[in-house]
């Protein structure tokens, strides 16, 4: 088992910059790619960045330019920066995790991030 926990969701006006972290504990070592989704209201839920173990990054275009995933897998965690930040990434953001063997999925509570206009 693995378990997800975000921290650093918030209030941010337009333009702004935010960092979201997710630390991920239990069995940390069959944990693969880990990641970013949102949520927004009304919306389905939709990637916004993922990175491999080996710190391979992959972004949705949303966040292209914009955002930057990194991971400490020494501290089992996985951060998002966002910057020039938009009041459409107003969202629930979910930390991500699949494992190495048989493609296990884990998810987080979801931090909210707001942006004001």
């Known amino acids: 088992q693995v378990q997800l926990v975000e921290s650093g969701g918030g209030l941010v006006q337009a333009g702004g910059s935010l960092r979201v972290s997710c630390a991920s504990s239990?069995?940390?070592?069959?944990?693969?790619?880990m990641g970013w989704y949102r949520q927004a209201p009304g919306k389905q839920r939709e990637l916004v960045a993922i990175?491999?173990?080996?710190?391979?990054?992959n972004y949705a275009d949303s966040g292209k330019g914009r955002f930057t995933i990194s991971r400490d897998n020494a501290k089992n965690t996985v951060y998002l920066q966002m910057n020039s930040l938009k009041p459409e990434d107003t969202a629930i953001y979910y930390c991500?995790?699949?494992?190495?063997?048989?493609?296990?999925?884990?998810w987080g509570k979801g931090t909210l991030v707001t942006v004001s206009s």
């Open positions: 239990g069995n940390v070592f069959s944990i693969n790619t």
């Open positions: 990175i491999t173990k080996s710190g391979s990054p």
């Open positions: 991500y995790a699949k494992t190495f063997l048989y493609g296990i999925e884990y």
